[in-house]
């Protein structure tokens, strides 16, 4: 039988990290890889027996290197915090490691849950991100600071059950990750050289790297530019009616309104920081 690593990477997850430790404690070795934090995350990681280990956050693609090098078994499982693996991923995790004919990294689908509500649309499901099962060596992250990428060793394919996600716990910790997320979309953006006239632009010059502008988020007209899919003048005045707002309540309304307004958290710290820039000239 073959046996598994499973790491959380952690900053302050006091409210979260109980839960996902819960949901990994089947695997043979539990790591909850920490970048030093100021709340009570590391004594509830070692309520549940994980092996600590303090890493200085100096990027996410690094960070889950670092967690990678510390597993000591063949097979690693990545889980984030705000993440739980259920029984049936569990019993497919270890039919799969388990399996000759193994592939070296798998994607695992993901239902993000909103006030109380699976957001099924706009791209979030099945919501893969990087590979999570994979064979230790056989995959690295790249150094990007937010959105890392990945490099696999060999073949990839997708287990079929999903790990839940629940991202937000309130309307506070929403606008304090809009904030980080955006913050570091911006700079890795301008360390890639993509500028505002990249960003909405889809004729000649478009690079692969401009599609870290979610295309969830904007949809393309006729003439080849871009439009925002957030509120415009008529869909606001209608959200302003009695029967509007009962509808604007909505879980699957406001994460598609927060998530319009991170993407113009974050062109906005582009803009500003090419603004500096021409003014230091």
């Keep these: 039988m073959e046996k ?24 043979d070795e539990v790591l909850v890889i920490d970048s030093n934090s100021t709340d009570n995350t590391k004594q509830i990681a070692e309520q549940f027996g994980a092996q600590i280990v303090q890493v200085p956050f100096a990027g996410f693609g690094a960070l889950r290197n670092a967690a990678s090098d510390c597993c000591s078994y063949r097979w690693i499982f990545s889980l984030d915090a ?82 839940w996600q629940l991202p937000f716990r309130d309307l506070s910790e929403l606008m304090t990750k809009m904030e980080r997320y955006s913050s570091l979309g911006a700079a890795k953006m301008g360390e890639k050289g993509i500028n505002l006239a990249r960003m909405f632009n889809t004729k000649a010059g478009k690079t692969k790297e401009d599609d870290m502008i979610p295309e969830r ?48 958290f974050r062109v906005f710290r582009v803009f500003r920081g090419q603004l500096k820039n021409e003014i230091h000239k």
């Excluded at 869909?235 to 113009?264: D, H, I, W």
Aim: net charge positive.
């Design 4 to 27: 598994i690593s499973a790491y959380i990477i952690a900053f302050n997850e006091e409210q979260k990290i109980g839960q996902a430790l819960e949901s990994v404690q089947w695997a």
């Design 82 to 163: 705000d993440e739980r693996c259920t029984p049936q991923v569990r019993e497919e995790i270890k039919a799969t490691i388990n399996d000759a004919a193994a592939r070296s990294a798998y994607f695992i689908p993901r239902r993000n849950y909103f006030m109380g509500k699976w957001i099924k649309y706009s791209g979030w499901y099945p919501d893969y991100r990087q590979p999570q099962l994979f064979r230790k060596g056989e995959l690295r992250f790249t150094d990007d600071a937010v959105h890392e990428g990945y490099e696999v060793d060999g073949k990839t394919a997708c287990l079929k059950h999903a790990i």
């Design 217 to 264: 988020f904007f949809q393309p007209l006729e003439n080849g530019a871009y439009k925002g899919v957030a509120i415009d003048k008529e869909v606001f005045l209608k959200a302003m009616t009695a029967e509007g707002r009962q509808k604007l309540y909505n879980p699957f309304v406001f994460f598609r309104v927060f998530s319009c307004f991170f993407v113009f």
